[in-house]
Every structure is written in C-alpha cells, then in structure tokens.
C-alpha cells in the first residue's frame, strides 16, 4: 500500500462515519497560539476547539496533519524511523464518541482497512498512578476485551509511557496504544509493546482526553470527554511496504536515490554515507514544506531552527561532495512526489527555489572558513590534551559562521571531543537577555488573554461583532469580572474590533443606558471568533444583564482603516515590483502608523523605494473603490487572493478587493476605508532590516501624514531662513556648500598640507556590496598616526553611511587598525570588536572596543594585508549568517 493509499484509506473511513474532513493547518501555528513556534501534532491546530474557546465546525473531525519536531534532530539519520517532518493522521470527537467507539473505528481500520492479522496486534493501557490517584483504565481494558483482544495481549503501561498532557496543567487523560506484532525474529520471546525493542512497533496512540489537572497532580473530570489519535503515515507506510526503515518507504526512496546519483555512493555500503543521505532526504522534505508555508531563513524563532535544517542539510551533502545547488534537486522532488496533496508545493515553487539558492550560496562561503576553524580548534585541544572545545570558541562559531551549536556538538562528536555546552548557553543567555526584556509584555498578554477564555468559557455565548456596520450599538453586558484594577466584560454584540491580523483593538467608551456607569474601553481580546472587552472605569459598575451604549473613537477607527488599506496597496506594489517571493511577515496597524515586515533578501534601493510610494500614491488617487466579500475559501484562492501563511481559515472567509482585484485582494478580517481616496497622502518613513531575510517597511496616511508633511515644510522653511534664500532654492544652495566642503577636502589633502595624501573619493569608490551593505577594508598609506586613522574613519563614515568599514595603517615599526560599524548592521551580527581582534591576531597585537567602534594595534606591518582580508572575511561571515 503506497503512502497516498494509506492517507485516502485513512479519511475514507472516518469521512464514512460521519466525520468531517479537514485540510492540514500550516507547519506556522494560527497567529493566536503562541505555544510553540511549529505545529507539532495532529491535535495542535485543533486545540481552540478543545479548549472550548471555538466552537468546532463538526463533532467529529478527521486530518491529515503536516507535522514538523526537531527536539531529536541530532539523530535524524541515525535510527531507522526518527523523522522531523511527517504526516500525522488523526480522528477526534468533541464531547461525541468516547472509548468504546474510538477503539472499535481503530481496530476495523487496522484490520479491514490496513490488513493486519488480529492475532498480530496487541494493545497498551494506562496501568493507573499513585500520585495522580488513579487506577488501572478498566474502560480501555473493557473496551477492546469487548471487541475480542485477549486479555493477555493487553499491556498495562506506566504514566511515563500511557498518560497524555501537554503540559504541567491542562487537559489531559489516560492513552491506548495500538501495537503490532513483528515477530521474534526481530527481538526475543520476552519483549513486550512499550518496551525498548524492535519487535513490537507502535503505530497508532488513542488520547481519551477526560481530566483537567490544576494544579499538578490534582485532577478533575472536564465538560465533556475528547477524543484525539494519532497515527503516524510514514510509520505505518513502513510497516505495510515491508522496509526495514522509514527511508526506504516510497516518499523517501527517490530522495535516497538522488543522493546516490549526485554522490556516486550507495546506500547500504556503509553507516556515514547511509546516514548523510538520510539526512539529506528528511531535512529537504521539511524545508521544502516550512519555506513552502511562509517560513524563510534567520537568526530568529521559526527561521532559526530552518536555517538551522537547511545548513545541516548543506553540511551533510557537502561531506558527499555535492555540488552547490542540489538542494534544489532535492526540493524539486518532494513537490513532485506530495504536491498532489499539498498543492501549496506547486504554489510556492518559485519561492522555495530562491531561498534554498540564496542560502545554499551564503552558507556556502563561510562554510569552509568555519570548517577551517574548527578543525584548528580541535588540533589545539588535541596538543593541550583538552576534552574538547571552549564555550567561547562554540560562540564564535554560531555567531561569526554561522554553525548551530548542534552542528557544531555533531562534527566534535565524530573525533571523540567535547563541548562546553553549559558554557555556550550562558553565553547565549547573555545575548538573548534583551529579548526577554522585550518579550515580557508578551507574557502579559498571554496571562491577560487567559483570563478573558475563562470569562468566556463561563458565560457560554460567544459575541456577535457588528463592527464592520456600525461604530455605535446598543447591547447588553452577559459575562463581567474584575481585573487587577480593570473590568473584563463580554457583550451580547460589540461594534470594538479585537486585536487581530496585525490591526489594533478599537478604543472607545462603554456606558448604561440612562448614564448610571461609563468606562473607557481599553482592549478588546480576540478568542478565535469571540472577544472579551477590557474596560477602565470612570464611575458606576458593570453587571450582567445591564444595557449598555457601546461607542468606538471613531476617529482612531478610520486612521486605523486607512492605515490598513494602504498595507494591501504596499503588499501589491513589493510583490509587482520585487517579485511573487514576497509574503508578508508581520504587521501593525494602528491609527499612527503601519508597520509591513515582508520576505526579501536585501535592502530596497533609493529607486525602489520611489516607485512603491508613487504605486500606493497613484492608486489612491485613482479612488479605487474598497469592498470586503464573504465567499468560499476554494474560490477566493481561484481568485488569486493573497492568504496570510500562519492564518487559520474556515470554509468561508472575508476578501477585501480593491478596484477590480486586478493588483490588491486578500483575505482580512480588518476594517478598511470604503475607497482609496479616503487614505489621504502615504509616505514611507523607513525601510529596514527586521531579521535575516525580513525587510521591514514603516508608513503614515491621512492625518498622521498630513502632520509630518508639514514638519517638514517648517523644517524647509528653517533651512531656507539659515541660508537666507527662498525655500525654493534650498537645494541648490546646499548643493553650492557641499562643493566648496569638497574644495575645501581636496586642498586639505595635498602634500604638505598636514592631513596626508588620502583621496577620500577613491576610498568610497572601493567599498564593495556585500548582502545588501557596503564595506569598505583598506590599508592606508601617508597617515602620521592611529589618531588620524580614526578622523578617517570617522569621515568616511558620514559618506558611506551604514557600512562597515576597516582600516588600517603602518609606520615605525607598529600597525594601527580601526573598525567602524553602522549600529543597523550591529544589529545583524556585524560588531567592530570582534573583527578587529580578528585583524589584530594577524600582526601579532589585540585590541577592542564598542560593537559600533573599535581600535586595535600589532607589531608586524608586514602582515597588514593579511589583517585587513581577515576583517574582511570576518564581515562577510557575519552578514551571511
């Protein structure tokens, strides 16, 4: 049975009893689950449903879940079915089916289905717990006893193997585990289902999720008992092909057999080579997927642990002596062999294409250097008698060549040395400390959006949003509590928008009919489809069942609206003017700006820039009008809509259009303006670098823009008072004093005229670009001393702008060296320290100094050439990674 049998089998079976078949959700999970940075189980796209916060669209479901783990990622390739992506194939039920009907569908599909001889399968319970106070699962026991498992073939297994939770708190419940039966041959005679052997294979596991535990080890019955299975395709494709491994199933063969065609090795000749293509076959399959669903390479969260993929990937085939460009190869095939299933493969080749060349090629040039590195710190290690390698020399090389530690820990492992690895992550812990400080508010949001779920699941409604109507109702207050000095209310209707999709929470006030209380409405929490208003009082309580007048700040609602319209415009003219590669990557959307994060490799250019703005501009002028329509999924996607890569969408969905849809349609719960004209003047304020491979655009409208505007003219006004000309003749007036500055530059460098002979111009016409950043690294002749090195720097610096830039000088028998680093490039690993020690160890000296500036010095001039091409391979590293 092929692997696309066994899925079709799978939904079949359950879509004939009554379940409802839904799509697999994105490896990214929903914008509203900030539990984990990937979707891990079958289960996770479904927990809102679980948790009672939205309403499921059947009571039973049935899916085929893309699923991506990467905590046993260092031995991927080592054992016969450890995986990092897989699909997951899963029936649930809410509050429908139980035990006996969960364990009756298993056991007719493993047997009618599947094929398998019932004497072959043998099955495990919970055996009980003494902590948790509870006893052995006699209703599983039941349960299959009832469906004819003999009673010996049922193993009662411990809570470590046979009790699901997702955390320390929160629903969980006893599991039931389907095994099958291999034979002897594959162990001894003593083997049992949850033991360590390779005998008996689990394939299946039954979650009966019934109890809720808070706080640990206290248990109390839910509302209503869960089921949730899960039953991995690519195991039990192993199990039906008869392969010894997952990796000679039909999905990974052809992968295999790409590595021995690009390699000239095969498969099953020895334990390197076997496990390289192993590697290779599982880590291309869930890159392909991550970067297919939105995911792009960076140092950060989700593009951190798939560049993290990719290079172990490029480190492995490299090792086979592959060519550069063969992730492609391998890319091209998992879409050939799964993009009937997931079409989003086909959809998103051309992207996926340009992220694996574009890192395949950054890695690749610091590859060798870090591969040089380390191998000169294992010699040292080795002459010292060392164990291993230092804490400090492990940083390096996650930080300037960009090798994850466990790539690292990986290749020491193979020459029998260490790491310091609780020294490395104190190092990191150092260099994450700003982040937490940032993330904290985070946190509180999370606690904050606790708290409304539980109001919410107390008053049993969900609130109907009438927002997109009006901006005044009349409602009723259902649910109230109090909140750390605040109110949490939920109405029966609310004109406030929830904070969602990048847009923020509408302001507003919330008073009794007849005027008896009032309060200023100061978030309004999105829970799926629901919301939870967050009020601040003035006077008077708030009860339920009280009438109340909602009114949201109309003026902050339609500096929000155009706000957001503009977005869309941005989106459409990035993606026609750089390319389809572009996706965004995060917004905000508020009433004093917009904030657009998008996937592109290198900076925008002064060029680009001009025509994103006159695109957004025209097509406001053009008044195009802006409608929003409620249509199917299917048909939206036909349409050509642009859809949000972590958005969880239903089988209808809201598409804003603006004009005829030829250039802006997308799928969006926001509010927007009713024509483009309405959003007023646009302007881009910045674009920057957000992360590796994230640019990130900030912009004003309407009333916000009009205000800089005229800043600005003041600004001009100023300037043209100072220069005692028209302000229309600012510019050519600047234009007069930048050339007598140039005059005055030129004569300052003439011999005899104490500055030295340097041609600052020639100087600037040397800086290269590298990943989007100009660099400048050149050993300088005629300057007297360090001192004049630094006034160098400092005057190129305000030329180049944000570059790095290395310099360095000779003279009486001593090197002086400078590093000046842009703070935006800093921000990308770039620092002036670090690279200019690395200078400095080539002419025999040291130095340091800020990440932005630093100075260093040495005593062998003759190796200053060496030193400036240290700095700059230091840089080129540093802006790869």
Known sequence: MTSDEIRRTFIEFFVDRDHLRLPSASLVPAEHDPSALFTVAGMHPLKPYFQGVERPPHPRVTTCQKTFRTPDIEIIGTTTRHLTFFEMLGNFSFGDYFKREAARFAWDLSTDGFGFRADDM?????????????????????????????????VECPRAENFWQAG?????GPCSELYLDRGVEHGTADDLPGGDNERFMEYWNLVFMQLDQNPINVLTPLPANNIDTGLGLNRLACILQGKATVFETDQFAPLIALGEELSGRRYGDEFPTDRALRVLADHSRAMTFLLADGVVPSNEDRGYVLRRVMRRAIKHGRGLGLDTGFLQRYADIVTELMGSEYPE????????????????????????????????????????????IAAADAFLLHDTYGFPIDLT?????????????????ALMDDQRTRAREGARGERSSDALRERAAALSGRAGFATEFVGYETTDAETTIGAAVGDDGAVLVKLLESPFYATGGGQVADTGVLECVGGGCR??????????????????????????????????????????????????????????????????????????KLRFDFTHGSALSAEELRQVQDDVSRWILEAHPVRALTTTLDEAKQLGAMALFNEKYGEIVRMVEVGDGSFSRELCGGTHVRNTAEVGLFRILSETSSAANVRRIEAITGPEGVAFMRERDRELERAAERLRVPPSRVAESVEKLTERVRELERAARRPGAGNGSVDIDQLVARATETAGTRVLTEAVEGLADGQALLELADRLKGKLGEAAIVLGRAGDGRVDLVA???????????????????????????????????????????????????ARAAIEAALAT
């Not at 025999?844 to 062998?860: E, V």
Request: proline share 4%; with cysteine.
């Open 168 to 172: 320390p708190t929160g629903p969980c």
């Open 820 to 870: 000046s680093i842009a703070p935006a490039l800093v921000a990308r690993g770039v620092r002036a320290g670090e690279i200019v020690k690395i200078a400095a160890a080539q002419v025999g000296g040291g130095g340091g100094g800020r990440d932005t500036l630093a100075r260093a010095g040495g005593r062998d001039p003759q190796q200053l050439p060496a030193a400036i091409t240290a």
């Open 409 to 425: 820990l990986e290749i020491i492992a193979e020459h029998g040395l260490g790491v310091d690895e609780d020294g490395f992550e």
């Open 122 to 154: 043998w099955i495990t319970v919970f055996a009980g717990d003494q902590e948790l106070g509870l006893g052995p699962d006699q209703a599983a026991i039941d349960a299959w006893m009832e469906i004819g498992v003999p009673r010996e073939r049922i």
């Open 519 to 592: 309060a200023q409405v100061t978030d309004v929490i999105r829970l799926g489809t629901d919301q939870v208003v967050r009020l601040v009082g003035e006077h008077g309580t708030f009860e339920p069942g009280e009438r109340v007048l909602a009114h949201v700040d109309r003026a902050a609602r339609h500096a929000t609206a155009c706000n957001h319209t503009a977005t869309h415009l941005l989106h459409a003219s990035l993606r026609r003017r750089l390319g389809s590669h572009v996706h965004q990557a995060g917004s905000y959307v508020g009433p004093d």
């Open 345 to 388: 493969l086909h959809e998103q080749r051309d992207l996926v294409r340009r992220w694996l060349v574009t890192e395949e090629e950054s890695f690749g040039r610091t590859l060798e250097q870090g591969l040089k590195r380390l191998d000169e710190l294992m010699a040292r290690a080795r002459e010292t008698d060392a164990e291993g």
